[in-house]
């Protein structure tokens, strides 16, 4: 090994790593590690600003995680769901609660419409 011009603190900090790295080939394989993982995709990031007053956009930017929802939709989905479907299914993602709610609503309507027609078409059939 070749004798390096090293601080004390130099020393200190190698004495401290080769606790956890004891070998050559450990340390090699940690830097290789690491290299590796700075090398990552990194996640999307948004800076904002003027956000007051804006809650709504502000949230579905947030809920939609910048349109990283939609691209997984399409990826695993792909053609076996159409467009509208597709888009459906995003919105009850970004807004599970109000989009429950109004699909529930939606039924109870339709319900009440098939009964309301139900005793119009029964209306004078009964028997005497």
Do not use: W
């Amino acid at each position: 090994m070749v004798a390096f011009d090293r601080n004390p603190q130099d020393f200190k900090y190698l004495r401290l790593l080769s606790r956890q790295f004891p070998t050559e080939q450990s340390a090699f394989t940690e830097i290789i590690n690491l290299s590796a993982i700075l090398n990552l995709p990194k996640g999307t990031e948004h800076f904002m600003s003027d956000v007051h007053g804006e809650y709504e956009a502000f949230m579905h930017i947030l809920n939609n995680c910048s349109g990283v929802v939609r691209e997984h939709v399409d990826e695993i989905f792909g053609d076996t769901l159409s467009f509208d479907e597709k888009g459906e299914l995003c919105t009850l993602i970004y807004y599970p609660r109000e989009k429950i709610e109004l699909v529930r609503r939606s039924l109870l309507t339709a319900q009440a419409e098939i009964e309301k027609l139900a005793e119009t078409r029964n209306f004078g059939l009964s028997e005497n």
